[in-house]
Every structure is written in C-alpha cells, then in structure tokens.
C-alpha cells in the first residue's frame, strides 16, 4: 500500500520532467525587414519613365546596373532604401526629383542537401519553413531524420550552423541539410 503511494506521487513528477518546453510556431520575420543581396530580382518603377522602369538583377557585387547612373549598391538595403538611394542617383543630373519604388519580384534561391529525394537550388517562396523546403525538394528519403533539420545562415561575414525543427522559418540564401536517422 506504501509502495502504491509512492509510486502514485512519484509518477507524474517523473512523466511531467519528460515534457518539453520548445515552441511550436516561429516568427517569420526572424531578422526584421527583407535585406537585398546577390541573386535577388527587383522591379524597379520610376514614375514618368516606362523605360527605365523594369526589372533588375542584384549582381555577384550587391549592385544593379542602372541605366543612366550605372551601378547602385543594394546588397544589405531593404527595398524602401534601395529605392531612396535609386532617387538619389538620378537626381544627380538626370532627372529632376525622382520618384522610384522598388519591390522584390523574386527573392534569391535557397539551397537543400542531405537525405531529400532532390538535392540543389530551389526558388526561395516567402514564409517557408524547413517543412516546405523538403517538400519542395520531393519529400524524404527513407533513412532521413525526420525530427529536425540543420541550416546554415550566413550571418555578417560567417556562416552560421543550426539544428532546428522543421517548422522553422528558413531565409532566402540558407542551406538546409537533412541527416541520415541512426537507428
């Protein structure tokens, strides 16, 4: 009967201990506003001028080749400065205050390794998670680890190393490497 009671007070302390306390949804928005780099497409409008007013690759350099004014540096704006700094360089005797909008047509890819059925480089859609991206690459392979992923950010001038869950928010230009399970 004394054993029942311990047991009976001591069990759910020890089945309490094995919860866990790790979130189950994660902020997109993991490091504020959308900084441009290499690899991203922008759609740059100047009002009043249809020409110049189109689409614009960010080069290995972090610049797009503007007509007029040459090469903008972008590569760590976001779109709002990116515009602002478009403006300015055509106000600098070409044209008299410019108004340019700049928007992302299309962000930099992201990269998946690993235990996926398609391995490389994939188009980077807002909002996806290390779930979409395996999806996105045909889905696991058998002996994949399907409890957590890691990704690779680069962060500064490193490169920063991971392991998450699958529910994390993943950025344009990470690299997601799904593990082999060890049985």
Do not use: H
Not at 1 to 16: E, F, K, Q, S, T
Not at 74 to 85: L, M
Not at 94 to 108: H, N, W
């Amino acid at each position: 009967m004394r054993c029942a009671l311990i047991i009976a007070l001591v069990l759910p302390v020890m089945l309490g201990a094995c919860t866990t306390t790790r979130p189950t949804a994660y902020s997109v928005e993991t490091r504020g506003p959308y900084q441009l780099d290499t690899g991203d497409t922008v759609r740059v409008s100047v009002y009043g001028d249809p020409e110049i007013s189109k689409s614009y690759r960010v080069d290995d350099k972090g610049a797009i080749a503007f007509p007029l004014v040459g090469a903008v540096q972008v590569r760590g704006t976001t779109t709002e400065q990116a515009s602002k700094r478009l403006a300015s360089a055509l106000a600098n005797g070409y044209m008299r205050s410019p108004d340019v909008a700049v928007e992302v047509e299309q962000y930099r890819p992201f990269y998946i390794a690993g235990e996926v059925k398609t391995s490389g480089q994939f188009p980077y859609v807002y909002g996806m998670t290390a779930r979409a991206a395996i999806a996105t690459a045909g889905g696991f392979t058998p002996t994949a680890d399907r409890n957590q992923v890691v990704v690779y950010r680069r962060q500064a001038d490193k490169m920063g190393r991971s392991p998450v869950p699958l529910d994390f928010p993943i950025a344009p230009g990470d690299t997601v490497v799904v593990s082999e399970r060890w049985f």
